[in-house]
């Protein structure tokens, strides 16, 4: 039995041109290498039509480059995890097209700021979590599963503080475009204390005294100086300089009735 290849006829276009961008047939990409200490490499990618970053980085690896190394999970906006910066701007790779950023054909993509590079495209994240637990991010509760559900009401003024913040997924975003965090690396970061805000408002926590004694120190939210970068760049459209804010009324309340002695 013969195996058929089948090829293109002469002159006609490539199986993907239909879908080339009227804008420029190609696309001029600067991709990061290796460590902090890594350099940029340029290669040459078609520019298709509904294209993503996403996709021109999955086109590198696949049929230029099989070493790159980059995260990515769900490629629709929901965990995160393809964040990068992108023309000197931390984005979701899989929710920025091509178009809005690279209208004259050329992109520049490199990791997140503010994290330390495992390789290429990937950072280290586990100082970002860490920063979560110094803020006391997790839920602590006084009732078992032997007890009846909590009701919260949804139109009372807790709940929906807590509404405006409880959608951040850790993407890292506003963590990479924080100006503090740049100079000043303990800052808990503004994903962290929107974490710690949100819980503030849960009326079903017990751990409040504790969190705000956390977030109350040189790291925590009154080193923000409010640029409103993380706010401005969150994919999620979320508020963390607002979070922040709170934190800020908060803890100020809490020193004030002696709450965050000892």
């Avoid at 696949?62 to 000197?88: E, H, I, K, Q, W």
């Avoid at 909590?150 to 913040?165: F, K, N």
């Avoid at 974490?195 to 009326?203: C, G, Q, Y």
């Avoid at 640029?227 to 922040?244: D, N, Q, V």
Wanted: with cysteine; charged share 25%; proline share 6%.
């Amino acid at each position: 039995m013969t195996e058929r290849i089948l090829m293109p006829e002469p002159g006609l276009p490539p199986p993907h041109a239909s879908r080339l961008s009227p804008h420029s047939r190609t696309l001029s990409v600067r991709v990061w290498r290796g460590t902090e200490s890594g350099h940029f490499q340029s290669f040459e990618v078609p520019r298709l039509e509904s294209q993503t970053v996403l996709d021109v980085v999955t086109d590198i690896q696949r049929r230029l480059d099989p070493t790159l190394a980059y995260r990515f999970a769900c490629r629709v906006g929901m965990c995160g995890s393809c964040a990068m910066t992108v023309n000197g701007r931390a984005r979701w790779t899989c929710r920025t097209h091509i178009d809005k950023v690279a209208e004259d054909g050329r992109l520049e993509i490199a990791p997140l700021n503010n994290l330390p590079v495992v390789r290429d495209l990937v950072t280290d994240m586990s100082g970002f979590f860490d920063k979560w637990a110094k803020a006391r991010g997790q839920f602590r509760g006084a009732t078992t599963r032997r007890d009846d559900f909590a009701r919260v009401p949804p139109a009372s003024p807790a709940r929906r503080l807590a509404d405006a913040a409880i959608e951040c997924i850790g993407c890292g975003v506003c963590y990479s475009s924080c100006d503090v965090v740049a100079w000043k690396p303990d800052y808990l970061g503004p994903a962290a204390l929107n974490r710690a805000w949100t819980l503030v408002n849960d009326v079903r926590d017990t751990g409040n005294r504790e969190r705000l004694a956390a977030v109350a120190g040189d790291a925590g939210c009154h080193a923000c100086h409010t640029h409103m970068s993380c706010t401005e760049r969150c994919p999620a459209k979320l508020a963390p300089t607002a979070s922040i804010a709170g934190l800020k009324r908060a803890t100020a309340i809490a020193s004030l009735r002696g709450e965050l002695e000892g």
